[in-house]
Structure formats: structure tokens, C-alpha cells
């Protein structure tokens, strides 16, 4: 075996003979210590934990009894893993074995899974295609889970992704951070020739093995808690000029680079060269795992969190030279309040935020231009990093981590999309990734990840796909405190709606915990290690760093053997969506900066932050996802790599939350789609201002509206509104604000209000239908989310929900996904903290012949509808479907609850003991009783 090595000095990359140590036994090893050894897989009888103590009383512990010797090894069938000994796979097929081979059972985990025969090489190149991901030509939903082998002594790595197989994951993904691989003479080790916790190689073949999927994530930027966020000291201390300054000069309280600083630029290209050389060589292209390179990780996440634009002189220049290709000396000095020509005093304005000599509206065009700026750097940044992984033989796809959440919602998520979609989007071979930490799944939440999801498909083009590159799994407790604690089935409720919703990849993060290894050198930063969680990290991960599996590991077996019993339907699958879009509006999310000292520019974005995107208080979001709303997103910027971004009058009705300030081109747009016909919901402040303050009332006008009066609530004024009985009967409400609004009469047919103010009459929500046949209903004001009133309101524009859950109490998300050829999932999520008893109906049709259906607490189920089999349709079933069965064979998970399933077909029916079969009209209906919660119940056609 040789090892690849980077010289900083020389800038080559050098090849040499491999060397390996065997560490001392009892040696605790240091960043720069080796260690390899063989792992061998032996049945279990009892077994010790990590000190070596007997394990009993594990309520995990699985029953063990029908333990057999097969070819391969010992195996037994089983619902749960051998959690006494974790050292367990789950083969594709649902069982579990324990291997006596050394390193891992090829035979048994990669034929089965590829369905090739031993030996044959399996393709298994990815493509996208259709917003599919394709596998080997197929499509497929990749579930993988993080693993980082750098925080785990290298005889440990085997069993960690041995868990990971055996919870139904194909694939690992880690990051491989610069700052652990290069040493402090510059060297780069991928090959564990001076460190274990750098053995990448080893590490690769140990996932190749097993049939994993890679998912590379080299940074240079990675995160993850580490020193620099992966970068090495070194170019902190070696290129200065490289750490920006930000507002009035002062320094960024993070430890964010410039990324184009010529400095670090040259350093992270000879880092990626390097990697991405390795990487290209066990690439999936050439018989390989890795499947998909990621390009840095969030890229300008810091810059939002702390608000602090990256104003070094390089940038201020390029801000200026920009300025005067594009608009002009004069124009620029009207437009910012400063000459480009004069650089001094340019830098001095745009440091200042415009507030040294600038207007309230020079400020707010320098904020929303400065924003804009660092979008452009972003994918320039970005698309270097391509062309480097390019140019070192880099074929699989590449992919972009989107940031965003905060406080464990999803409100701020789109800022991370407006920051990067300049990098991917349109862009072949490449899409975006989400990373949330939203800890629960709640009627709070649910919709912000419903929506985090259609405004990432909204920028993309028709066949990107979406996946989710940092899904947050784990027990929530981060600060290893016991201050936060989430719930076992929130990763799988999460889950289920994010593959509902189209995401082809679920990435799984952290998957498994391990510990940060000492520094080279030290740093004399209390701890000297590689990461400041300490010792310990990834101690909330389904697998701790002990290998200890948590309630959390149960969770995501369960989930991904539910998308797995589905995935040769689903993963050719789109969501059905209602007749409705919500508006994305991508310079809503121009808001991480604002300078302290710009008044007008924070009073804009409290403004834009408190109606954008979900609507005030996020009210018109929850009403669409909780009433049963499916929808996509549209991007209402017209970017033309946005599939599908036209508003067509004869299309669906356009949602939109906004504030008083709305750019004029989309004004406009939006105007347009009115008069010719189309229909709109629009909730929060009439927008009348355009995104420099200036007025901008495009839209009222084709409105016929104009604002009265705006009132907010205080401590000592609480404004409150009733519907007019065209809503119906409805209580007095209080509302936060309202708008008096009146009409000017200009362009309308009718206008009747929906919502009066209580305090003087006036109206706060109106139903316009203009004279060119266009229609509005328009609600100045955050209505509390009663869902019944926003039905209504939907139901005047003409918009029925696709799935409707009678009887259901709020909390139950629904939606439907189908194939090319009408096979459908009806996919329940239940949220609430109460189970849900209701009756269904799918498209106008009952589901189960109009039976009541039972949904326990906080679960999820996908239930096939009008699925085919040989000479055969399966029109319904209560429970979901457990494997793709051969075409004669139905397989089917139960719950703990009776159940049934009807099949149409002349065929004989033929079910397991326990089972009954009835031919009715409509075909042949299978019973089956409870009491066997997750077992599988085999349907054969005879």
C-alpha cells in the first residue's frame, strides 16, 4: 500500500511507500499515533461493554434463541439488532447477522443489496435525472448516516458501520477535515502513515466492503465543532490579510475567512487537489463508494450568524469597480452617497453602512447590494472548488449544504438558500443539501420543514433533486447538560415528510459519536484538542462514542425500514400538489446585515422578518400544512435555472406572506399574473414599498387597495378583528397588527370585506376580483391560524385540499405521492401529542371503503393506494408496504392494531396463518388481527 502525501513547501504531490505502528497496548493515541487491526465478528453469547463489565438489563436486548449457522457466518433472524454485542448488520431484507469473516461479510451485505452475484461488480454510478436520483440507472433514496473516523480509533470503525448497516442505511458519509489530515510541517496524510485518525484510505475500503455509498465532505471549510472549523492554524497565522474585517473596520467575532483571499484560496486549492485526487480514485465511476463530493460546508453561515460582512480592501475595491461597470461614476454617487473613483472614501461609506454621509435610502440600497455582492462571492468560491475537483478527476456529483435554522425552527432556513442558489442551481451534476436541527417535530415546526423544503425545489432546476446532507438525529442533548431531550420518533416524523416531499438522500447527522484526538501541537487553548466539545463528541448520537446505541438508533431503524418497504415506488415518485404555490421571494432573505448605527435599515428588517416567506407569526403556512394542504413554492425572482418558476393566470393560486416592502420587479410580476386572470392569497402588510424604502405601490394599485391606517397592538392597545358573515360565523379575534384598509376603485369589480376591524369597521381583509378577472383575496392582518376560517378563505379562490382527513384533530400532516403510471403513497404524519381517529378521502375517493383509520400519537404511516401487481392492483391497504415483493408477493408491515387490505384480482389469494381472505365486489379483502406490532405479513398471489 503506498500513501499520498502533499508537500507545502513544494506544492507536490508525493507518493510513498506506506508505514504502519501498532499501537502499545493501553496506549491512548494521539493525533499522531497509528494504530490497524482486524476486527473479527464472533457470535455473542454474553458480551462485555466497553470496560469490560457484563452487559444485563438492557431493555434492548434482543432474543437470541434462534440463533443458526449459515455460509456465511452466524445469522438469525430478528426484529431487533444484537444490541448485547454491537456488532451487527441488517441485511437488505430485513435480517440480521453477526460475521465470523475478517473485516466484513462481502457476500452476504453487498450481493444482496446490488443484487449482483459475489464478486460481480455492481454499477452503482449516480446520476440525476427528472429530480430522481438514479443509482446504478435505477432511482433510489439514499439513507446514510455520519460517521466521522477521524474521532474514532481505526479498530473501531468496522462496528460503527456495521450499526450503520444494520439500521437499513446504504450509505456513510463524513467530513475530512484539512485541519486533522495535514500535520504542522504541511504534509497531508490520507493514508494513516503518521496517524490512524488520518487513515482515509482504510476507511473508504472499509465502507467499500460493505456495499456503502460515500458521501465525501472535504471541506476545506467543515464545521463540526472543530478548532477553525477544520481550517489549520497555520493559514490563520500565515496569510492575516485573509481574516476580514467587518462593520467600522473592527475584526469578525468569528473564525470566518475571506474566501477569495488570494492567500487562503491558493492554500484551500492545494488542499482539494489533494483530496479530491484520493477520492477520485475510489470514486463509485471506477468501482469505487464515493458517490457524491460536497463543496465546503455552509458557506457564509458565519457571515449570518454574526452579521458581520466580510468588508476587506480587496472586496471594497471589487464593490467599486462593479459599481462603475454597472452603473456609472454619477450614478453611483447618487446610488450610495460615495465616489468608487475615491477609494478611501469609499471604503470609509460602505464600512459604515452608508450612515457617515448617506440617506436613509442610500443606506438601505448599500445593505441589500452588499448582501447581493456576497452572494456572487459565495459562488465564485464555490464553482473554484468545482472546477478544482474537475480538473483532479472528480466525476461523481457535487453538492452544496444549505444552512439557516435557528432555535429550532426553520424560519431563517431560506436565508442559506438565497446565500448559495448562485452556486447550484442550473448547474449540472450538481444540487443543495439541507441542514436543519429543528430537535422535535411540532405544529410549530412541521411546517417551517415543509416549507424549507418547497423553497429549495423552487430554485432548482427540473432534474436536480433535493436531499438533506445534515439531518439532524440524536437525543437533542448538545451541551451535554440534560437541558433539552428529544423525543425517539421526531427523527422518523421528520423523516417521513422530508421523503414525501421528494428528498432523495437523507444524510443522518451525527450518526455516531467518538472522541477528539490531541492537536500535533499544542495550542494552549485549554484543551489542545482538535474540537472544543472536549474529550467526548457526539455523545447525543444514536451511537455514543462508546458504540452505545440510544433510544435514538431504535427511531431511525424503524423509519428507514419504512422508506425502504416503499422505495421501489417512492424513489420514482412526486408529491401531488393542491391547487396552490407559495410565493419565494429570495430578497426577503437579504437580512444578515445591518449595520448598528442604520436605524432605517433595522426597522426594515424587523419588518421583513415578521411577515416573509410562512406569513406573520408563520400563520399562513401552518394553515395550508395543518389544514392538509400540499403545495410547491415558487421562485417569484424569475431566475431562469428555477424550473417551473412562471406564474401562469391559468395556473394555481399564488400564496404569498410579505411585508410593506417588496421589490418592484416582483411587484410587477405579480401585478401582471393578476390582470391577466390569475388568483392570489396574499397575507401580512400591502406591500408598498420597494426594497430601497422607496414607495412602490405596483401592486396595490392593480389591487385597487391602498392603506388607511396601520395599527399594531401594545401593552395598552390590543386591536382586534370579527369576520363578516361572508366568512361565516366566527368570533372576535385579537390580532397583533391590522391595516385599515380602503379601495380606490381603480381596475376592480368587486371588493367585499372578509374582516372588519373592531375598533372603527374598517375592513382588514378583503375579497377583490378585478375587472380583467383576476382575483384576491387579500388579509392585512396575522388572523389567529383557525384552520376552518383559512379553508374558507381557500375555498373562495377555489382551492380544495387533495387529502382530507374528517375528523382529524390538528396536528395530522398529509399528502400524496405518485408515479407516472397513478400508483400512489398517501403519506400520514401525525405530529400531535393525541391520536388521531378520522375517515379518508383521496382525490373526491374514500380510502379503505370510507373505514375509520387510527393513527397513534406522534407516528406516521405511507399506505399504498392502486399499487400493481401481476394480474393484480392492490387498491388499499391499513397497513404500509415492507419490500417490493416479486409481483405475486405482497409484503406488508403490521401495526399493533387489526388491520386490511383490498386486492382486485381473479387470481387466488393466499395469506400466513392468522390471516383471513374474503372476495367481495371490488376484489378480494385480506383481514388480519392486532397484536403483532411490526411484523411482516406475506400476500401471495396464487
Known amino acids: 500500500m503506498m500513501r ?12 510513498e511507500p506506506r508505514e504502519t505502528r501498532e499501537t502499545v497496548a493501553g496506549e491512548t493515541p494521539a493525533c499522531c499515533a497509528t494504530q490497524r487491526s482486524d476486527t473479527r465478528l464472533l457470535p455473542i453469547v454474553t458480551a462485555p461493554d466497553m470496560f469490560g463489565k457484563p452487559v444485563s438489563g438492557n431493555r434492548f436486548l434482543g432474543d437470541f434463541r434462534n440463533v443458526v449457522r449459515s455460509r456465511q457466518g452466524w445469522q438469525y433472524p430478528c426484529q431487533e439488532p444484537d444490541f448485547r454485542s454491537q456488532k451487527v448488520r441488517r441485511s437488505p431484507d430485513g435480517d440480521c447477522f453477526v460475521s465470523t469473516s475478517q473485516g466484513s461479510d462481502r457476500a452476504t451485505h453487498g450481493a444482496r443489496a446490488q443484487g449482483s452475484a459475489p464478486g460481480e461488480q455492481a454499477d452503482r454510478t449516480v446520476e440525476f435525472e427528472r429530480r430522481r436520483l438514479l443509482v446504478g440507472g435505477a432511482p433510489r433514496i439514499v439513507m446514510a448516516g455520519e460517521v466521522h473516523y ?13 450499526k450503520l448497516a444494520a439500521a437499513g442505511c446504504t450509505a456513510v458519509a463524513s467530513y475530512m477535515p484539512w485541519l486533522v489530515h495535514e500535520s504542522p510541517d504541511g504534509e497531508v496524510d490520507l493514508t494513516g502513515a503518521t496517524s490512524e485518525y488520518r487513515d482515509l484510505v482504510h476507511f473508504l475500503e472499509l465502507a467499500a466492503e460493505r456495499d456503502l455509498l460515500v458521501i465525501a465532505r472535504p471541506g476545506p471549510f467543515v464545521m463540526a465543532e472543530l478548532k477553525n472549523e477544520g481550517v489549520p492554524f497555520r493559514i490563520y497565522r500565515d496569510h492575516p490579510e485573509a481574516v476580514p474585517r467587518g462593520w467600522d473596520g473592527e475584526p469578525v467575532p468569528t473564525r470566518t475567512l475571506d474566501y477569495l483571499a488570494p ?54 475595491a471589487a464593490l467599486a469597480s462593479q459599481s462603475l461597470d454597472r452603473w456609472g461614476r454619477e450614478e453611483s454617487v447618487r446610488r450610495y452617497g460615495a465616489d468608487p473613483t475615491d477609494l478611501a472614501a469609499w471604503a470609509d461609506q460602505w464600512r459604515s453602512g452608508g450612515t457617515r454621509s448617506g440617506t436613509e435610502v442610500q443606506q438601505l440600497t448599500l445593505h441589500h447590494d452588499l ?59 450538481m444540487t443543495s443539501g439541507s441542514d436543519h436541527y429543528l430537535y422535535d417535530a411540532t405544529v410549530e415546526n412541521t411546517p417551517d420543514l415543509y416549507v424549507m423544503n418547497a423553497f429549495m425545489a423552487a430554485v432548482h432546476d427540473a432534474d436536480q433533486p433535493l436531499t438533506s446532507l445534515e439531518f439532524e438525529a440524536g437525543t ?37 459519536g467518538g472522541h477528539n484526538p490531541p492537536l500535533d501541537e499544542p495550542a494552549g487553548d485549554g484543551n489542545d484538542r482538535i474540537a472544543f466539545t472536549g474529550e467526548r463528541h457526539g455523545f447525543a448520537a444514536p451511537v455514543d462514542p462508546e458504540g452505545r446505541l440510544s433510544e435514538a438508533y431504535t427511531g431511525i431503524r424503524d423509519v428507514v425500514r419504512a422508506v425502504r418497504g416503499s422505495e421501489h415506488l417512492l424513489a420514482d415518485m412526486d408529491e401531488v400538489h393542491d391547487d396552490i404555490v407559495l410565493g419565494y421571494v429570495p430578497d426577503h432573505y437579504l437580512t444578515e446585515f445591518a449595520h448598528p448605527a442604520s436605524g432605517a435599515r433595522r426597522e426594515q428588517r424587523r419588518d421583513i422578518e415578521r411577515s416573509r416567506g410562512m406569513g406573520p407569526r408563520d400563520i399562513l403556512a401552518r394553515a395550508l400544512v395543518l389544514g392538509g394542504h400540499s403545495f410547491a413554492a415558487r421562485d417569484l425572482s424569475a431566475a431562469p435555472t428555477s424550473y417551473r418558476s ?27 399574473y393578476l390582470r391577466a386572470g390569475g388568483r392570489l392569497l396574499l397575507h401580512g402588510r400591502l406591500p408598498v414599498l420597494d426594497d430601497d424604502g422607496t414607495p412602490c405601490t405596483v401592486l396595490a394599485d392593480a389591487l385597487g387597495l391602498a392603506v388607511e391606517e396601520s395599527v399594531d397592538g401594545t401593552n395598552g392597545y390590543f386591536p382586534s378583528v370579527r369576520a363578516t358573515g361572508l366568512a361565516g360565523p366566527q368570533p372576535e379575534v385579537r390580532v397583533g397588527f391590522l391595516e385599515r384598509l380602503r379601495t380606490t376603485g381603480t381596475g376592480v369589480s368587486k371588493a367585499e370585506p372578509l374582516a372588519l376591524d373592531v375598533a372603527d369597521g374598517s375592513p382588514a381583509a378583503m375579497d377583490v376580483t378585478l ?34 382527513a374528517d375528523g382529524a384533530t390538528p396536528g395530522l400532516a398529509t399528502t400524496v405521492t405518485a408515479d407516472a403510471t397513478g400508483q400512489k403513497l398517501v403519506h400520514l404524519i401525525n405530529v400531535a401529542v393525541q391520536p388521531q381517529r378520522f375517515t379518508l378521502t383521496v382525490a373526491g375517493q374514500p380510502y379503505a371503503g370510507g373505514a375509520v383509520l387510527e393513527l397513534p400519537a406522534r407516528t406516521g404511516l405511507m399506505l399504498p393506494l392502486d399499487v400493481r401487481l401481476d394480474g393484480a392492483v392492490l387498491r388499499w391497504a391499513t397497513a404500509e408496504l415492507d419490500g417490493p415483493g416479486n409481483g405475486s408477493t405482497l409484503s406488508l408491515r403490521r401495526g399493533a392494531g387489526p388491520g386490511s387490505a383490498l386486492v382486485e384480482t381473479g387470481r387466488t389469494v393466499v395469506v400466513e396463518d392468522g390471516a383471513r381472505t374474503e372476495r367481495i365486489e371490488g376484489g378480494v379483502l385480506v383481514t388480519w388481527p392486532g397484536g403483532a406490532d411490526g411484523e411482516r405479513l406475506v400476500v401471495q398471489l396464487a
Open 646 to 672: 412562471e406564474l401562469d393566470p391559468a395556473g394555481p393560486v399564488l400564496a404569498l406572506g410579505t411585508p410593506a416592502t417588496l421589490g418592484h420587479a416582483v411587484q410587477e410580476r405579480i401585478a401582471v
Open 771 to 804: 375587472e380583467g378577472g383576476g382575483r384576491a383575496v387579500v388579509v392585512a392582518c396575522d388572523y389567529p391560524c383557525h384552520l376552518e376560517f383559512w379553508r374558507m378563505l381557500l375555498g373562495r379562490l377555489g382551492v380544495r385540499a387533495t387529502t382530507v
Open 150 to 162: 477521524f474521532r474514532l480509533r481505526r479498530e473501531d470503525w468496522a462496528d460503527r458501520l456495521d
Open 371 to 429: 448582501a447581493d455582492h456576497h452572494r456572487d462571492r459565495y459562488a465564485t468560491y464555490l464553482l473554484r472548488l468545482r472546477d478544482v475537483a474537475l480538473e483532479h478527476g472528480i466525476e461523481v456529483p457535487m453538492l452544496v449544504n444549505l444552512h439557516g435554522t435557528d432555535s429550532a425552527r426553520g424560519r431563517t432556513f431560506p436565508i442559506g438558500i438565497s446565500q448559495l442558489s448562485r452556486a447550484y442551481a442550473g448547474i449540472p451534476r
Open 476 to 512: 437533542g442533548d448538545y451541551g451535554e447538560d440534560l437541558s433539552r431531550q428529544a423525543a425517539p420518533e421526531a427523527t422518523g416524523l421528520k423523516t417521513r415528510l422530508c421523503v414525501a416531499q421528494g428528498n432523495r438522500l437523507i444524510n443522518y447527522y451525527l450518526f455516531s
Open 4 to 15: 499520498r502525501t502533499f508537500s507545502r513547501s513544494s506544492g507536490e504531490t508525493v507518493v
Open 263 to 316: 492567500g487562503y484560496l491558493s492554500q484551500a486549492e492545494r488542499w482539494f487537489a489533494t483530496v479530491t485526487s484520493v477520492l477520485a480514485e475510489h470514486q463509485t465511476t471506477r468501482g469505487g463508494p464515493v458517490a457524491a463530493l460536497q463543496l465546503d460546508n455552509e458557506v457564509g453561515m458565519l457571515t449570518w450568524v454574526s452579521g458581520a460582512p466580510e468588508l476587506t480592501d480587496r472586496t471594497l
